[in-house]
């Protein structure tokens, strides 16, 4: 064993080791962290296309450095702060989105939760008003009635409330029905669900900027899946051309969805409400949870 420690410690006396502090750790950890979630952020969204485009110009700016091309450097350096800028507005979508993907963090959504009251939190979505959205959307979907209804959750969607007409009702499917029934005023545009009331209608939405979704998808799809990439919210599409019925949450479209599906995605929006309140009561009390 003595032999054998001798063998370890000849060998590894020629290698230098530097001396780690828990900061240097630390350090590492967070780099290592951003670098992996920038990483996934770039598969995920437009910015990897765009990067495509910027290592060109950077191969090309390389070439120009090693030939010389002094005109062509001369004007690079020259632009370089016009350039910084046009980047900033070109990734302006991608990099909203991940900011507002970071604040809704757990950690993030916890400090900032425990600093509200009990009024100003989210009110869960109930039984009964999953009940009225899935008789609604079926019915619509057997009409061939083209619907679009956004339920909010975390992040407040008073902006697109602010495009409609307040009603500020109750849900039931009598009325969401009567909303989307065609050439009525109310027709056209989102309905807007907060606390378990309709709280506005021919709200406008935002349209998604992905280029791969397909080409099939009309503007209702396109406007529900732009609001979920901007937003937390959940939106029940409903398709006047086909009758099927669509969720779309988080950036993601779930099509095809019968009475059962969709009700499961409405009863997973309830579960996440519902896990929430219960971390809040925990860190407030001075608890911790585990994820």
């Not at 062509?72 to 900033?88: E, H, M």
């Not at 029940?236 to 969720?247: A, F, L, P, Q």
Request: with cysteine; proline share 2%.
């Amino acid at each position: 064993m003595e032999a054998i420690w001798a063998f370890i410690q000849t060998h590894l006396d020629g290698i230098y080791f530097p001396e780690l502090k828990w900061t240097d750790v630390l350090d590492i950890f967070i780099i290592a962290y951003s670098i992996y979630h920038i990483l996934l952020w770039l598969k995920t969204s437009r910015a990897k296309t765009l990067l495509r485009g910027i290592f060109v110009v950077a191969l090309f700016l390389a070439f120009a450095a090693v030939a010389r091309l002094n005109t062509i450097l001369w004007i690079a350096r020259n632009l370089i702060n016009v350039i910084l800028l046009t980047l900033v507005i070109l990734f302006q979508p991608e990099l909203r989105r991940a900011l507002d993907e970071l604040g809704r963090k757990n950690f993030v959504s916890r400090l900032f939760n425990s600093m509200y009251s009990k009024n100003d939190s989210v009110k869960n979505i109930e039984d009964k008003t999953i009940y009225e959205l899935v008789k609604a959307a079926v019915q619509l979907a057997k009409d061939k009635t083209g619907a679009l209804i956004v339920i909010e959750h975390d992040t407040p969607l008073g902006e697109i409330i602010n495009t409609g007409i307040s009603i500020d009702a109750e849900v039931t499917h009598q009325l969401l029905i009567n909303i989307f029934e065609k050439n009525t005023p109310l027709h056209d545009g989102a309905v807007v669900i907060k606390n378990n009331r309709v709280i506005a209608a021919t709200c406008y939405l935002p349209l998604t900027d992905n280029g791969e979704i397909e080409k099939a998808l009309g503007t209702r799809h396109r406007a529900g899946l732009g609001i979920s990439e901007t937003t937390d919210s959940m939106t029940v599409i409903v398709s006047e051309e086909t009758g099927e019925i669509s969720v779309a949450y988080m950036g993601q479209l779930y099509k095809g969805l019968d009475e059962d599906g969709l009700r499961k995605q409405l009863t997973k929006l309830h579960s996440e409400q519902e896990e929430k309140p219960s971390r809040s009561r925990k860190l407030r009390k001075g608890g911790q949870t585990n994820e």
